[in-house]
């Protein structure tokens, strides 16, 4: 439910005639967790979101969330994305985008990502590249695959696998000097859990695990795994 993962737009768009629409929901979760990592110190978290799927394919959206990064140094999380994805009604859809996140009060955080991908209507799988890693002066690359499983018109199971990889540190600056060793370069994350959806509403239970590798975003100690329940409603 939290970044890009949470995009609904290429399950929209496959599989049957596409109509724009705006979406607007607000949604609470036990611990903001991105790519396994906490954002919220282990705290609970809100966050508003906005999103536009247009006919032709092409979408864009915002969410605004609490992050707290260092130790009791909140900021406002502002991400906004843009893309477009091929429509078909044999195999899966092509998709190709970009985000960028500002965290207001503390700036240098501040990161953009491009992404491409295949977009199914029970699975995805998303390459990204960001030039600049939340403000580390680090090129990474992450890949992840999502997949969910319907059980009732209401009930699914659903998981996802992510790895993320440092690809190098500019030579010369603090980045280069704290690179992590070539082993310890690429961090994998783990998601499981059950969802439940209404006409306006989505709740999830999951468990989140993290391991050790790869740039660690907060500046404090979290658990790396732990559940996470997490609620939406849209109007």
Avoid: C, N
Wanted: charged share 20%; proline share 4%.
């Amino acid at each position: 439910m939290a970044g890009l993962g949470a995009l609904s737009t290429a399950l929209l768009l496959i599989g049957g005639e596409a109509q724009a629409q705006l979406g607007v929901s607000a949604a609470i979760d036990s611990d903001y967790r991105f790519r396994g990592v906490s954002l919220s110190d282990g705290q609970p978290d809100a966050r508003l979101s906005v999103a536009y799927d247009h006919a032709s394919g092409a979408y864009a959206g915002a969410a605004l969330t609490r992050a707290e990064l260092s130790p009791d140094r909140h900021s406002t999380q502002v991400l906004g994305y843009a893309g477009v994805v091929t429509r078909t009604r044999f195999g899966p859809g092509w998709e190709a985008g970009l985000s960028v996140s500002h965290f207001s009060g503390d700036a240098r955080y501040d990161y953009g990502e491009v992404f491409t991908g295949l977009v199914d209507e029970r699975w995805s799988l998303r390459l990204y590249y960001s030039p600049d890693y939340f403000g580390r002066r680090q090129p990474t690359a992450y890949a992840e695959l999502d997949a969910h499983l319907a059980l009732t018109p209401q009930l699914r199971l659903f998981g996802h696998a992510g790895a993320l990889t440092v690809l190098h540190s500019r030579a010369g600056d603090d980045a280069a000097r704290s690179d992590p060793p070539r082993s310890r370069r690429t961090r994998v994350d783990l998601r499981a859990g059950i969802g439940f959806s209404g006409a306006a509403f989505d709740m999830q239970l999951a468990w989140v695990g993290v391991g050790r590798g790869g740039p660690y975003l907060a500046e404090y100690a979290t658990r790396r795994a732990g559940w996470v329940l997490g609620a939406a409603v849209s109007f």
